[in-house]
Nanobody, 121 residues
């Protein structure tokens, strides 16, 4: 079983920065890609950024050049550095991990509990 625990959300003024962290724990698994999704009130959950196990990254157009995703494979942790935040970045941010269970080679997607990011104007 894989657990994902996010931290780093909060309230920030427009133009400010926040850094989100998501640590994976458990045993008997290998983490493949990791990603950050976000869901604003009344809207569908969308991917903000993703990173493969090899370090290749993907960003939604709305966050390009402002957000940076990174990972520490030794700590099984993914980070999202968010700069130049805008009110429209306000959302619950969810960590997502694609994991392979080593014993069965089964791949499953896991989600964190979410962390609130609020950007005031």
């Amino acid at each position: 079983q894989v657990q994902l625990v996010e931290s780093g959300g909060g309230l920030v003024q427009a133009g400010g920065s926040l850094r989100l962290s998501c640590a994976a724990s458990g045993s008997g698994f290998r983490i493949n890609a990791m990603a950050w999704y976000r869901q604003a009130p009344g809207k569908q959950r969308e991917m903000a950024s993703a990173i493969t196990s090899g370090g290749s990254t993907t960003y939604a157009d709305s966050v390009k050049c402002r957000f940076t995703i990174s990972r520490d494979n030794a700590k099984i942790t993914v980070y999202l550095q968010m700069n130049s935040l805008k009110p429209e970045d306000t959302a619950v941010y969810y960590c997502n991990a694609d994991a392979t269970i080593v014993m069965s080679l089964t791949r499953r997607t896991h989600w964190g509990q979410g962390t609130q990011v609020t950007v005031s104007s």
